[in-house]
């Protein structure tokens, strides 16, 4: 099986060490996994403030870049949506504008392979332990695209559980948005520091020293919420937690 | 605080007062995670919900897409049985209708069945300029009206309310329209709404016009159902002779099979009732049991011109239960008067550009008054895509593009304001389609790290005021795979 890691725009410009604990976390599993260097941006920050034609050219260079691997990893619930739920939408709105099946038909292929790295993890290696160790209190986040779109369940839980030294605390109000919303962190910025602020609070209130998410530009939100309220947490995504072993623990 | 919704100014900025109001937060927040609760136990109750959900989603798309059939049939069944019916184009012609209706009965003041379609329209203040006095008897209505204060929600409009401002404004403000408040009100529950009873009881009885909304209209009988919990709806609509009734023209079922459906998932959505404790229905008119004259109001009021839209369009599907305004996470921090409209919430939203248009900085902005964090999606009881609709609406504002406004085709100019946006997502999509291009600015944003501010100038700003900003890194993951050959060469860190 010839495995794609979709990084992501932002993960690949800010967050690298998720990228290495994706490789690092595959190799161990077996999967021999390649960075196709064409990947730029799925076009979801151009599709959600509605900038959808300006989103066409980028989910087709998608399309050249990964269509010929057989599944597509990415460690971002939200731009795993975007390919999964906006792609094929994007494709009929070309065609209900009288534009034809061309954009539909390009985009088509890369849908059904395009998983996120929870799923792929536990639905096509079929492994809920990944031998990580991680001898920290977490807490997790579900993100909204990761939670409602994906519907990623018990899939990123089950993976915690797993993780040897983790102690696992649930998070209230765990499946409110935090906030970040791409560019409504900007433009409705005093609602998205309340969210934050409150999402914030509510991580600290568990007791655990990490919050975990599987998307890092809800945590980019959250983390830069947390330094400046000056709580003792830090963000951190679950790649990089399931990485991190005895051998190697996480930095 | 005024009694309009004129001239309000665009969502954020709206928004950012009520962010800071904490009495406000704390009494949205209470009263929107105890119905949320509420809600959720409710309808987790329901072993068929996706199914009922699924049902009133087709229903609703099935009336729309032939409601020009339906309507004929309301107006067919509605004259068979005695009632009256009246078409009204847009909120001044439905105002003309029923001011000249009430004017004709002679009498000088109404009572009112909460209704959203009349709040849409303005119908009160037009009744007030012609000297007619229209008394809302819901008691969260009856909260807003006396306290000259603007609706902030749709099932509970005084939501921002709590019990002790409640008491004050009955003991202020009932003495100035009836009934005084009884000597040492306090503000138990009880005796509040034991206040409210008596100071609307001698409106029922005097009143001899009545006006409502209606849930539902069924089409095959012609019968207009009201659902609501106070008993005060069923005073409006049984003791006055002549009744009014103003209904969005989106209201129909077409059979009583039909309404069924609704009658399940409504009152469990939107109070977390099993079942309402009053469902009045009414066909035309009786001898002898209830008004004897009824007239049948039908308001389109840009809503023939959203229907034209085929992504807006499932906005007309909405039953205005609320359930989308109690999990929505922006109302709550936002409250309803920021969104300046009786349709606040996710659902007005999407609503209010589409039946208004988006020419106003309110209307502009309200597609950008969320996180799109699919929470409304998920409870809604038809099943109205909110964060779809957002995005369509978000493309019409920054690109324009065809709609319909009042009955004709038009090509919408792109709002101002985006210019700057426009040129900065235009230049990333050049950028994003050139990997060589995106490599280059990520080193340079490496190379400049030590250089980067802590806080960003411009639009920027809106971002480092309340967050610190992601250090870059040394190199991007790019660089780190090319050069390790993806960790194959030993640099893993």
Known sequence: ?251 | MSGTFVGMPAFPEAAREAVRDTTLRGNLRHATHTIRAKRAKAVAEVEDWAELREAGKRIKDHTLRHLDRYLEQVEAAVTAAGGVVHWAADAEEANRIVTDLVKATGESEVVKVKSMATQEIGLNEALEAAGVRAYETDLAELIVQLGKDRPSHILVPAIHRNRGEIREIFTREMSEWGRPAPEGLTDTPAELAEAARLHLREKFLRAKVGVSGANFVVAETGTLVVVESEGNGRMCLTLPETLISVVGIEKIVPTWRDLEVFLQTLPRSSTAERMNPYTSTWTGTTDGDGPRVFHLVLLDNGRTDTLADEVGRQALRCIRCSACLNVCPVYERAGGHAYGSVYPGPIGAILSPQLRGTDSEIDASLPYASSLCGACYEVCPVAIDIPEVLVHLRERVVQGGPATRAGNRVVLRPAKGHAAERAAMRAAQWAFTRPGVLRAGQRMASRTRRFHPRTLPGPGRAWSAGRDLPRVPAEPFRDWWQRTRGGKDGAAE
Not at chain 1, 73 to 93: D, H, I, K, N
Not at chain 1, 143 to 167: I, N, Q, Y
Request: hydrophobic share 35%; aromatic share 6%; proline share 5%.
């Open chain 1, 1 to 251: 099986m010839r495995v794609a890691l979709f990084l992501t725009c932002v993960n690949d410009t800010l967050y690298p060490d998720t990228g290495r604990a994706v490789v690092k976390l595959l190799t161990r599993l077996g999967v021999d996994v390649d960075f196709p260097a064409g990947q730029t941006c799925c076009g979801q920050a151009h599709y959600n403030t509605g900038y959808r034609h300006e989103a066409e050219p980028l989910a087709r260079h998608f399309s050249d870049v990964f269509g010929e691997y057989d599944a597509i990893v990415t460690p971002s619930g939200s731009c795993g949506a975007m390919v999964r739920e906006l792609y094929p939408r994007m494709g009929e709105r070309a065609r209900a504008e009288g534009r034809g099946d061309t954009l539909a038909a390009t985009l088509a292929p890369v849908v059904p392979k395009t998983y996120e790295l929870t799923e792929f993890l536990v639905d096509v290696l079929g492994v809920t332990d990944v031998g990580a160790y991680y001898p920290h209190t977490v807490t997790y986040h579900p993100t909204c695209h990761g939670l409602r779109s994906l519907g990623l369940g018990e899939r990123p839980l089950t993976l915690l559980r797993a993780v040897k030294g983790l102690e696992l605390v649930e998070l209230p109000g765990a499946e409110e948005c935090c906030g970040f919303g791409g560019t409504f962190a900007v433009k409705n910025s005093d609602v998205s520091l309340a969210m934050g602020t409150d999402k914030v609070r509510n991580a600290e209130s568990t007791g655990a020293e990490v919050l975990c998410a599987a998307d890092n530009s809800c945590l980019m939100h959250i983390g830069g919420t947390m330094t400046r309220l000056r709580t003792g947490m830090r963000p951190v995504h679950i790649a990089e937690i399931l990485a991190s072993t005895e051998e190697e623990p996480a930095a």
